[in-house]
């Protein structure tokens, strides 16, 4: 009788610690994979009040609008050159082109989803030590007329953007993808320097051994849209970019009025908005370079990108991001941004904040927003 009591309490203590692990596998899964649960998950594992949901009395007490300079029309054009001579070496934009190899409409490496394609066309932006950026120029069969770039970010490639490629060419518009500098096809890598001899150039160290560093991030951009206005018969043309990408996307827009609709996903703050100390994910060497620095500042950069007849920069964040430029902190400065394009004259700007997940990622709510912004089917 004993021995049957025991073995129930085994058989039934073995059920318990199955259900158990089920349970705490099922709530593993969700923390990690269902966006609502994974919400709930790092606001509760969030170290401080400040890190997704509360902004710092500190923070709230800074004046945005006395650190934004760029006030008149005069100052914006002034600031133009300014960081076009960072990113160049001098002011004004090359008028180059990139070379492009039309390939048969068939997907790209890493990419999927995409609609029926119309044309392929893989581009080359070269630079020194036969390196080259390879953006990709992908059509759909009901191409619309309207070309949007996109730029991606760090610690990944275009595939990684999908979704969001696959929802621009399902609403008709054209997207050319361009990999951050290091990734993609042609990471800086093994170059040979003739002034060092071998050296590696990833990870940032263009910037510290490259002539004009900055034109390896931002040029790959500026080129394409010089090959769009060329040859595809617009006169302006939407950038979009996430992470990294939306760094590149906020100062080639404050350089290039052609640039009329520009998007920056989860892609930069103003200085006193960053980690206090400035550090980790919120410091990409890019961002410090000194020639950037010194021709301006970003909440004055912001303006550039809107300011302009027709023109709109739009700023989306992920407000639970595990990564970097989380919380509703874009909106400390919002309004002292859209004062100051107001007073320059004609543009737009905005800030978005992504409640919808809590990763970094551009998610199905910021598809919609940006099919909206386009002029698409927004859902």
């Known amino acids: 009788m004993a021995t049957s009591w025991r073995r129930r309490l085994i058989k039934w203590g073995l059920i318990l610690l199955v259900v158990l692990g089920a349970i705490g596998y099922g709530l593993y899964w969700l923390a990690h994979n269902w966006d609502p649960a994974r919400v709930i998950y790092k606001r509760w594992q969030a170290e401080s009040p400040y890190t997704f949901d509360e902004i710092p009395p500190w923070m709230q007490e800074v004046d945005a609008a006395s650190l934004i300079f760029a006030r008149d029309a005069a100052a914006i054009d002034a600031l133009r050159l300014r960081v076009q001579g960072a990113v160049y070496g001098e002011p004004g934009l090359p008028d180059r082109t990139p070379m492009v190899e039309a390939l048969l409409p068939e997907p790209v490496r890493g990419l999927t989803g995409l609609p029926r394609l119309a044309l392929v066309e893989r581009m080359e932006v070269p630079f020194e030590f036969d390196y080259a950026a390879t953006p990709y120029h992908l059509r759909p069969e ?19 953007a999908s979704p969001l490629i696959a929802g621009l060419m399902e609403a008709g518009f054209a997207v050319v993808a361009i990999h951050f500098l290091g990734y993609g096809e042609t990471p800086l890598d093994n170059v040979y320097d003739p002034r060092f001899g071998p050296m590696t150039y990833s990870n940032d160290n263009i910037l510290r051994f490259g002539r004009n560093g900055l034109r390896y991030y931002i040029d790959p951009a500026i080129s394409v849209v010089n090959h769009v206005v060329a040859n595809l018969g617009q006169d302006r043309v939407a950038m979009i970019g996430f992470s990294a990408g939306g760094w590149v996307t906020t100062v080639a827009a404050a350089m290039d009025t052609r640039i009329d609709l520009s998007i920056s996903i989860a892609g930069l703050y103003p200085m006193y908005v960053r980690e206090s100390t400035i550090h980790g ?52 400065y919002e309004g002292a941004v859209q004062d100051a394009v107001r007073t320059v004259g004609p543009g737009a700007f905005d800030v978005m904040i992504d409640t919808s997940h809590a990763d970094h990622k551009i998610s199905d709510w910021a598809i919609a927003r940006i099919l909206e912004l386009l002029g698409g089917d927004g859902g």
Do not use: K
């Open 281 to 332: 994910n919120e410091a990409p060497p890019p961002h410090f370079d000194p020639r950037l620095l010194e021709s301006t500042n970003y909440l004055d950069m912001f303006v550039g990108a809107a300011s302009g007849d027709g023109r709109r920069y739009v700023q989306i964040f992920n407000q639970y991001d595990r990564c970097c430029y989380r919380n509703r902190f874009g909106e400390l």
């Open 142 to 160: 009901d191409w619309n007329g309207q070309t949007v770039i996109y730029n991606h970010g760090y610690a990944g490639d275009i595939g990684q």
